[in-house]
């Protein structure tokens, strides 16, 4: 087997009680998006206390730890931990649960954290062992709007930088732990909240010829919007439309003035993702118009879609292979859900790829549950490979 990998696996089982140690810490002092100060307090000390370089209270609490292989090269590469928890109360009854009432890491940055935590260790233990530069980025904010990943960028540092990659991790419970998941091209969709709101003359649910029937009005929106889905995105294009809140305060016989309808857009292609958007509010408005009332549109654009660079997802792909073995890696499916990587992916070459965590006999909570609850022999298998794909590519690509 190749050395570098010997070493790293040495490393990664030597500091692996510690890097649990911090991951359990985490896990017990959970803070909400944008308010992650004592998580970030407690990661600068630890870079600190590895001699890594670092720039703090970037998107007020984001940190990125700098790393300079000691080969020549002016290769650089991005590692990205989202930080911050969920406004979940958990119920895991694990020793280390959550201290923090109403607020659980119940998506797994804990872990993410922790892991690169675990990297930067080996990679400053290991620096003679390639060129380039790692930026260590702990990033605030995934869970809200409008992510830290899109103020992380703009911080003049990756200017400076400009990264050949950045890679993401992200833990998956229906992946087996020890197991890593890659899918190249689109993967993740973008997310955009859709708010309408009809306005029209209320009154007696018995006289409706005298009103404009708002709660009919709006039904007949939301029936019409399917076909964004259904008629106008290209087959070959995932697409998602649903409304999952609809608010019609009135009564068995009153009709409201008002009706509130809340869903989302998902889609995995940014042109087609805007051009929606104008469709949606043509439908909803001329609708209502043609039905003798009127609709507010507001369209609250979220997260881009995540694409992987092919090439650099191939060879992450590859070089995991090498370190894990062929049968301990597998290609994900395509996925609906969002994450503000997308912002580094827009921009930069970009691997985001899956960490398993789930438990043998697939029994395991869902990510944003009050009871997911993660394998931690995972730990070992995401900071290693984190390690060997930084190592990988700095050594591999010629500048």
Not at 314 to 323: F, G, I, V, Y
Request: glycine share 8%; proline share 4%; aromatic share 8%.
């Amino acid at each position: 087997m190749n050395k570098l990998i010997d070493r790293i696996k040495h490393c990664t089982e030597t500091y692996l009680s510690d890097t649990l140690t911090i991951r359990r810490l985490l896990h017990q002092h959970p803070e909400l998006s944008f308010n992650e100060f004592k998580t970030s307090a407690f990661i600068a000390s630890k870079l600190t206390d590895l001699g890594i370089d670092l720039k703090k209270d970037i998107a007020q609490t984001g940190i990125i730890g700098i790393i300079r292989g000691e080969k020549p090269s002016t290769r650089v590469i991005g590692l990205r931990a989202d930080m911050d928890a969920l406004p979940i109360k958990e119920e895991t009854g694990v020793d280390y649960q959550s201290l923090n009432p109403g607020v659980m890491h119940a998506c797994g940055h804990d872990l993410h954290t922790a892991c690169l935590l675990g990297t930067a260790r080996i990679l400053q233990e290991l620096k003679s062992e390639f060129g380039g530069t790692v930026l260590l980025i702990f990033q605030p904010g995934e869970e809200k709007l409008p992510g830290g990943a899109k103020l992380i960028l703009e911080d003049e540092l990756f200017e400076q930088y400009k990264p050949q990659l950045v890679i993401g991790q992200h833990v998956l419970p229906t992946l087996e732990a020890g197991k890593v998941g890659f899918r190249n091209g689109k993967y993740m969709a973008s997310c955009d909240e859709i708010y309408l709101t009809v306005e029209g003359q209320g009154g007696h649910g018995a006289m409706p010829f005298q009103l404009n029937d708002t709660v009919l009005i709006a039904s007949h929106i939301i029936v019409a919007l399917q076909q964004i889905v259904s008629r106008n995105a290209n087959s070959f294009t995932p697409t998602v439309l649903s409304f999952g809140k609809v608010i019609a305060d009135g009564a068995t016989n009153i009709i409201p003035d008002k009706v509130y309808l809340e869903g989302t857009f998902r889609t995995m292609d940014e042109q087609w993702r805007y051009q929606a958007h104008e469709k949606i509010t043509r439908i909803a408005t001329s609708i209502a118009q043609s039905m003798g009332a009127s609709c507010k549109v507001n369209i609250m654009k979220g997260y881009p879609s995540v694409y992987n660079q092919p090439e650099m997802t191939n060879k992450a792909s590859d070089a995991a292979r090498e370190l894990l073995g062929k049968e301990a890696v597998v290609e994900t499916e395509m996925r609906m859900t969002a994450d503000d990587f997308a912002y580094f992916s827009q921009k930069y070459p970009s691997v985001y790829y899956r960490l398993g965590v789930g438990y043998p006999g697939g029994k395991n909570a869902p990510l944003h549950s009050s009871l997911f609850s993660l394998n931690e022999d995972a730990v070992k298998t995401g900071v290693e490979t984190m390690a060997w794909l930084t190592c990988a590519f700095l050594n591999q690509v010629k500048d």
